[in-house]
């Protein structure tokens, strides 16, 4: 009964970890594709969500020190929300690569794979899976 509840707990940690990594990377990617700053409904566009959904979530990163925003202005990452969303971008680069290089994946299952893969990664394994595809990449 025990491992039960705690295995509920890290499931709720998970979901909310993959969230806000998605949130993150989000904002960012607007920010480099456009050259400009989000607002908050283009992430309601970009990952398909409500306004509500997208405005508790704004709250939670602004408490959390990713972002800072004031209603219907921009959203500015912070130092550490940057960190964060920078990190999940670049294991989705990696993960991507893998996929696209190595497995010969499809491109575009590849990127919806990446995506998915981008939150189980840890940072460690990121680093080994790179130093292999930089291996691979010097051994052609």
Avoid: W
């Avoid at 509840?5 to 969230?19: G, P, T, V, W």
């Avoid at 680069?93 to 575009?108: G, P, W």
């Amino acid at each position: 009964l025990i491992f039960f509840f705690m295995a509920k707990r890290l499931h709720k940690n998970q979901k909310e970890r993959i969230s806000t990594d998605m949130y993150l990377k989000s904002i960012l990617e607007y920010e480099l594709d456009n050259g400009k700053k989000s607002k908050p409904i283009e992430i309601v566009k970009s990952l398909n969500l409500t306004k509500g959904s997208v405005s508790e979530m704004i709250k939670k990163l602004e408490e959390e020190n990713y972002i800072k925003y004031e209603s219907y202005g921009e959203i500015n990452l912070t130092e550490k929300g940057l960190k964060r969303a920078k990190n999940v971008k670049k294991k989705y680069v990696v993960i991507k690569k893998f996929l696209d290089e190595v497995l010969k994946f499809d491109t575009s299952k590849s990127h919806i794979e990446a995506c998915n893969l981008e939150h189980a990664f840890s940072d460690e394994s990121i680093t080994k899976l790179n130093t292999l595809l930089k291996f691979l990449e010097k051994n052609k």
